[in-house]
């Protein structure tokens, strides 16, 4: 029911070209199954009615209906200006200056700012209808002037295109259609003007009015499907992307809102639903997301099918640099002549859906996971393809709905598949994660038993190694009690390894005043190792010290504690027996020099905070020289044993009685009161006391020896802080004594 004329270069391939883009490969397998399946039912199905509906030659319309008939060839004619009006045009058309075009279809290529006129003549006999339509399918057209030249004389003129704003048309649709009346019948002549900023298509249909409503009704709605499912999928994409940031789900999702929204704009809903009639704004928008779409397309082949690595690299690289470069050129386009938009977009938009193809292409037949499946979600777009430019590809024209139907069909079908072969890779993808979590579940169940055997040798040779340690060691649960010890363990505190495994720390009261129960207590607390001192009485009374290492370790699922004990014992005494050594007379036993000096300042320090007053005695024994050289050094020591002995059992406890060296002595009196006058008495009571049981008879041996000793008292309140200087002054005392011959010798406080 339609005369098509094609100015020929596919401007509705352009958004079939552009569904190719370039990706990169997802890890693990990707198979189709199922949606191999329905893209080649798709492919078959869409090709038989392809051949279905193509007719021989370019007028269709119903059999039983008379029809116009179209009288000789077109013809062209190229105005490279642009400038060309209707009687100049109409004047070398009939001078002869248009070119016939053998055929249906005419390709004046790329033509930015000039125009096409075509002219041909429809003949219309007398039984056929007089009102028809001339609908232009191609959307993207610019500016359209239609004279029809009547055989009468008469004259109708027609203006269409997208410059021309839409409630203006002659028709409330998205497309370009003008309504002829070829009334009287006859032979009418036809100029047409075409003019667009994109490259040149002028699809010609002439339609009976009840068959350009259903067209109006009906194929809006497979557009609004198209759309519809186009949506659903662009929100689940985007769910995608976000919940699970998938690389592949971004780039399918900036596919199609890049796609649909340059479809929305180029065929003419951008207009038709009021949103603008700016020619470059709706040109920069679809052209720019066609390209936008055929970058996207392109990551999304690059990012989903399983490329070699090297490939992957370059494949990437190349992605990358496309798109800076997209985006430079249509930053620099927009910036100069609009009328370049359509050619850069449209050329670089099929150079990357070739590259697409041919990258998309080269995986399936390498057999590359996800290339197929590419390859085959392109089958229906390339039928699609077919239909709606059959000129290009010297096929025969079907009718309007069926190729426009089956493009909005092959959009779907395409959308679709490439939704269902992303799913499928995800699919793929679980598969293939349960298998191999399959596989090291079984890989960590071997492992698990075969470490498990191990631990338990190991422990079972740990605690061989424990029990059998001459190391004190026991492990202690986090509770206090005691589930492993050793011999060596019940050795150190003298009891028995049952007692010791019965026993319980919190009860210990040795590990309570040490602070080992606090350390335990910490190391179960913070998961840190603790090493404490511990000083203890065993079960027999014997004390023993021993250096305890609390480390926490993990048994049976519970936090217990190891601690090792090293036994300090033995050299604690030699520690007490060489501190001893340094701090007394060896051959006495009492306080020496250094430590008498010691208390002596401490003694200063109490009495001057306290204001008591204290007392040192200094005793030098009388012949002592005369005895040691007449009885031998033997009998002299045990006379110095002797008088240390009778200082011991005639003091205060509180007292200090200390060998300076050879036959001299010195007391160290404390707390002796605040009043001097009494410190001198109660000194002087101890003095005599002290002279009274030195001049006691000795039993040295064999030898019987009265002895006596001459002893010097310094008074000190604190006034005097240096203890030399006071054994000095006390020493001053005692040799004053012995120059006057007297018992005791005071010197002033």
Known sequence: MALHVSFADPMESLSVLMNSGTQQPPAGPVRAGGWYRLSIAAFLTLSALLLGQAQADALRIEPTVPRP????????????????????????GQAGQFRPVAGDEIAPGFLPTGAA???????RPADAPADW??????EPLDTLDLYLLGPDGSQQVRHGGRALPFAQ?????????????LEPPGQYQVYLRAATRGVFRVPLWLRLPGDFERLRVVEPFFYAATFGIAAVALLLSLFRTLRYRSVVDGCYALYLLSLETANFVLYGYFQQFGISDDLSLRASLGWSGYLAAALAFFWFVVVFVVWPPALARRLRRAATALTAASVLGVALVLALDAPLIAAWTMANGLLLAAATFAVAL????????????????????????????????????????????????ATVIHILLLFGIILNRDAGLRRERERQLAEERRLLEQRVAERTRNLAEALAFNETVLLNSP?????????GGCVLANDALADLVGTSREVVLASNFNAISAWQRSGLLDACRAALADHQTRQVELNGVSSSGKEFWADAKITPRNLNGREHLLIQFVDLTARKRLEDEL????????????????????RLQQAVLRARRLHHHGALLFLDLDRFKQLNDTAGHDVGDRLLVAVAERLRHNLRADDTAARLGGDEFVVLLEGLGADSDQAARRAAQVASQVRAALSLEYQLGDIRYQGSASIGVMLFSGAVSDPDQILKEADGAMYAAKRTIAEVAESPP
Do not use: C, Q
């Open 69 to 92: 008939s179209l009288a000789g060839h077109l013809s062209l004619l190229i105005d490279d200006t642009g400038r060309l009006t209707f009687p100049e045009a109409r004047a070398l």
């Open 471 to 479: 190391l004190p060691m026991g492990v202690y649960a986090p509770d």
């Open 362 to 409: 080269t995986a399936a037949v390498r057999r590359w996971p996800g290339g197929l499946a590419f390859v085959l979600a392109f089958a229906p777009m390339i039928v699609a393809l077919l239909l709606n430019n059959p000129a290009v590809f010297g096929l025969p024209h079907a009718d309007f709905l069926v190729s426009r139907g089956l493009l909005y069909a």
């Open 133 to 138: 339509w001339l609908v232009i399918l191609h």
């Open 169 to 181: 048309r002659e028709a409330n649709w998205h497309g370009h259609a003008f309504k002829l009346s």
């Open 579 to 598: 501190r001893h050594i340094a701090f007394h007379d060896s051959l006495t036993l009492l306080p020496n020099r250094r430590l008498l000096l010691d």
């Open 117 to 123: 006129w075509t002219r041909f003549t429809l003949e």
